[in-house]
Nanobody, 124 residues
């Protein structure tokens, strides 16, 4: 069993930065992947980024490429999402998720474990 707790959300002006953290309790196997998704009101949950736990390989959704960076600290069982050049359209609840690594990492329904979410609001 894996439990995930996000932190680091808040209110920021457009162009600013935030760093989200997701601390995992329980064992994160080297075969796992961790992902970040977001959901704005009235919209579907959107893939933001994922990282392969074994080697730290990152993957990004098109809307955040070049602005967001996903990383992990294996010793702390923590994954981070550094968000730069934030835009009002980045406003959403951001969720951390975990699953065994495999294909279609961008599909939310393939993830087994989820955090409670953290709100990110970007003002214009």
């Amino acid at each position: 069993q894996v439990q995930l707790v996000e932190s680091g959300g808040g209110l920021v002006q457009a162009g600013g930065s935030l760093r989200l953290s997701c601390a995992a309790s329980g064992r994160i196997f080297s075969t796992y992947g961790m992902g970040w998704f977001r959901q704005a009101p009235g919209k579907e949950r959107e893939f933001v980024a994922a990282i392969r736990w074994s080697d730290g390989s990152p993957y990004y959704g098109d809307s955040v490429k070049g602005r967001f960076t996903i990383s992990r600290d294996s010793a702390k069982n923590t994954v981070y999402l550094q968000m730069n050049s934030l835009k009002p359209e980045d406003t959403a609840v951001y969720y951390c998720a975990a699953r065994a690594w495999g294909s279609i990492i961008y599909v939310a329904s393939t993830y087994d474990y989820w955090g409670q979410g953290t709100q990110v609001t970007v003002s214009s």
